[in-house]
């Protein structure tokens, strides 16, 4: 099967050079043409993911070869392209930068696996004739790679850049498509975890607009569209995937969800606090039957009927207060899992079932599934690609078995020494850390009866066994209670 994907890859020479403003500024573009835009992203980044995926008004999906095989994803990308006018992909840190000198899973690694243009943003700060030398070297460094065009960013005025322009298409040989003056940036506000995500972001839409109008002033809009739209071919065969576009498109269901049973309930706390998933791990539940059902752990009062609950990453300690003050919804979720209710959670999912967040020397009750305390520092405690060992029985996965994911998280565990306690009270580590660092002593992967909590991120298109665990338990559990 062969087909043509309009799609740009927005790369950058290093993390903050523009890369998230210039894709959001195409994307709000492109839609106000009315054109469909499917947003990607390249690296294990939620917050901008959101972003992207608020401008499009469309999900926007993760392209990390690290956490998910080229077997698919090539075919996640055609899947989820094939109605869109043109696909935006975000990179992440520099262009080559990778996981070894060979730039293992980099953006330029994703770029020619997917075939696709590169439009690269450059930071020219203090720097003129300089850039064309470094865009001359990013254009040898790998004949394989399609670098289309050159956006400028952080100008300081006219002579800035008609020296580095004239200097580009001289040297180079490919057209700067725009330059973007330096600009004041309370419209994208950081926090330690990078932007602040658009949930919490009170002038989102405002943000976002204000990227169109940049874009539309100084970039040549309709030269990178007319740049997407020669992206060449892109093919599945046998050879390259062992998905089919069939399977892709009807991915069969499993036999409780054909008859008997029928279809099971898969809670998602999903709020301002939780914000942290991939839309894919969504579609992996759906494609075996299952029904999301999204809840609230600020607003609700108790859990509603589900066969199994996930809970994702976020910023509860941005909201520890309010987590802490509804009481109720903490007493419905610690009756559910005493019941057996399957409960799989990653990062501030697993803060938010320890015993309390301490920030600021002041203590906010969680949950109180696992004895740990955990507090917010003002370091990273983890970050970067992780890979565990799953070293004894849990609910969800085999033992023996290897996953791939990643943590990135400022919160750390203060009582180490209540593990003491776990045999008496049944609590267990089901990882060991490969690679990362886990939550204590390089162990990860806290379980409790049908609960297993992690500081690891996984993506359902790289870890299978994650959804396949998580129904079997969902359907255990649904069948024990009627």
């Given at each position: 099967?062969?087909?043509?994907?309009?799609?740009?890859?927005?790369?950058?020479l290093?993390?903050?050079?523009?890369?998230?403003?210039?894709?959001?500024?195409?994307?709000?573009?492109?839609?106000?043409?009315?054109?469909?835009?499917?947003?990607?992203?390249?690296?294990?980044?939620?917050?901008?993911?959101?972003?992207?995926?608020?401008?499009?008004?469309?999900?926007?999906?993760?392209?990390?070869?690290?956490?998910?095989?080229?077997?698919?994803?090539?075919?996640?990308?055609?899947?989820?392209?094939?109605?869109?006018?043109?696909?935006v992909?975000?990179?992440?840190?520099?262009?080559?930068?990778?996981?070894?000198?060979?730039?293992?899973?980099?953006?330029?690694?994703?770029?020619?696996?997917?075939?696709?243009?590169?439009?690269?943003?450059?930071?020219c700060?203090?720097?003129?004739?300089?850039?064309?030398?470094?865009?001359?070297?990013?254009?040898?460094?790998?004949?394989?790679?399609?670098?289309?065009?050159?956006?400028?960013?952080y100008?300081?005025?006219?002579?800035?850049?008609?020296?580095?322009?004239?200097?580009?298409?001289?040297?180079?040989?490919?057209?700067?498509?725009?330059?973007?003056?330096?600009?004041?940036?309370?419209?994208?506000?950081?926090?330690?975890?990078?932007?602040?995500?658009?949930?919490?972001?009170?002038?989102?839409?405002?943000?976002?607009?204000?990227?169109?109008?940049?874009?539309?002033?100084?970039?040549?809009?309709?030269?990178?569209?007319?740049?997407?739209?020669?992206?060449g071919?892109?093919?599945?065969?046998?050879?390259?995937?062992?998905?089919?576009n069939?399977?892709?498109?009807?991915?069969?269901?499993?036999?409780?969800?054909?008859?008997?049973?029928?279809?099971?309930?898969?809670?998602?706390?999903?709020?301002?606090?939780?914000?942290?998933?991939?839309?894919?791990?969504?579609?992996?539940?759906?494609?075996k039957?299952?029904?999301?059902?999204?809840?609230?752990?600020?607003k609700?009062?108790?859990?509603?009927?589900?066969?199994?609950?996930?809970?994702?990453?976020?910023?509860?300690?941005?909201?520890?207060?309010?987590?802490?003050?509804?009481?109720?919804?903490?007493?419905?979720?610690?009756k559910?899992?005493?019941?057996?209710?399957p409960?799989?959670?990653?990062?501030?999912?697993?803060?938010?079932?320890?015993?309390?967040?301490v920030?600021?020397?002041?203590t906010?009750?969680?949950?109180?599934?696992?004895?740990?305390?955990?507090?917010?520092?003002?370091?990273?405690?983890?970050?970067?690609?992780?890979?565990?060992?799953?070293?004894?029985?849990?609910?969800?996965?085999?033992?023996?078995?290897?996953?791939?994911?990643?943590?990135?998280?400022?919160?750390?565990?203060?009582?180490?020494?209540?593990?003491?306690?776990?045999?008496?009270?049944?609590?267990?580590?089901?990882?060991?850390?490969?690679?990362?660092?886990?939550?204590?002593?390089?162990?990860?992967?806290?379980?409790?009866?049908?609960?297993?909590?992690?500081?690891?991120?996984?993506?359902?298109?790289?870890?299978?066994?994650?959804?396949?665990?998580?129904?079997?338990?969902?359907?255990?559990?649904?069948?024990?209670?009627?």
């Amino acid at each position: 099967m062969k087909s043509k994907y309009p799609r740009i890859i927005v790369a950058g020479l290093k993390g903050g050079s523009g890369k998230t403003t210039l894709s959001l500024g195409l994307i709000a573009v492109f839609r106000k043409k009315g054109m469909k835009v499917i947003p990607f992203k390249k690296g294990p980044d939620y917050i901008d993911g959101g972003w992207l995926s608020t401008a499009a008004g469309n999900p926007c999906y993760n392209l990390d070869t690290f956490l998910i095989s080229e077997s698919r994803i090539i075919p996640s990308f055609m899947k989820h392209a094939e109605t869109a006018d043109i696909a935006v992909i975000e990179g992440n840190r520099g262009f080559y930068d990778g996981m070894d000198e060979q730039g293992a899973h980099s953006t330029a690694e994703l770029a020619k696996m997917l075939k696709a243009p590169v439009l690269l943003i450059v930071d020219c700060t203090k720097a003129t004739r300089t850039i064309a030398a470094i865009i001359s070297g990013i254009q040898k460094f790998d004949a394989g790679v399609e670098i289309k065009g050159v956006v400028l960013n952080y100008i300081a005025g006219s002579r800035h850049e008609s020296v580095i322009r004239n200097s580009v298409e001289k040297y180079c040989k490919i057209p700067v498509l725009g330059a973007f003056p330096r600009m004041k940036e309370e419209n994208f506000p950081e926090r330690h975890m990078g932007l602040v995500p658009f949930q919490e972001h009170i002038g989102a839409q405002k943000a976002i607009d204000k990227a169109l109008e940049i874009t539309e002033k100084y970039i040549d809009v309709d030269a990178v569209l007319k740049i997407a739209k020669e992206a060449g071919q892109l093919e599945v065969s046998g050879q390259r995937s062992a998905i089919s576009n069939q399977q892709l498109k009807n991915p069969p269901l499993p036999p409780f969800a054909k008859g008997g049973m029928g279809g099971l309930r898969i809670g998602v706390i999903r709020d301002s606090a939780f914000q942290f998933y991939y839309p894919e791990n969504f579609e992996e539940i759906e494609a075996k039957g299952a029904e999301i059902i999204e809840i609230s752990a600020l607003k609700e009062k108790s859990l509603p009927d589900i066969d199994a609950l996930y809970i994702g990453g976020g910023f509860p300690e941005t909201h520890a207060i309010a987590l802490a003050e509804n009481s109720d919804f903490r007493d419905s979720l610690r009756k559910a899992v005493e019941k057996g209710l399957p409960v799989y959670a990653e990062c501030g999912g697993l803060m938010y079932l320890g015993e309390s967040l301490v920030i600021d020397d002041r203590t906010y009750p969680m949950t109180g599934i696992f004895p740990f305390r955990f507090s917010l520092e003002k370091k990273p405690q983890a970050h970067g690609y992780s890979i565990v060992k799953v070293s004894g029985g849990n609910p969800y996965y085999k033992k023996g078995a290897v996953l791939k994911g990643h943590e990135f998280h400022y919160s750390r565990v203060i009582n180490p020494e209540a593990a003491s306690e776990f045999n008496e009270r049944n609590i267990y580590f089901a990882f060991g850390m490969k690679r990362g660092e886990g939550i204590t002593d390089k162990l990860d992967g806290l379980c409790y009866k049908n609960v297993l909590a992690t500081y690891t991120h996984i993506h359902a298109l790289g870890t299978p066994e994650w959804t396949s665990g998580m129904i079997k338990k969902a359907e255990e559990y649904k069948r024990n209670k009627t």
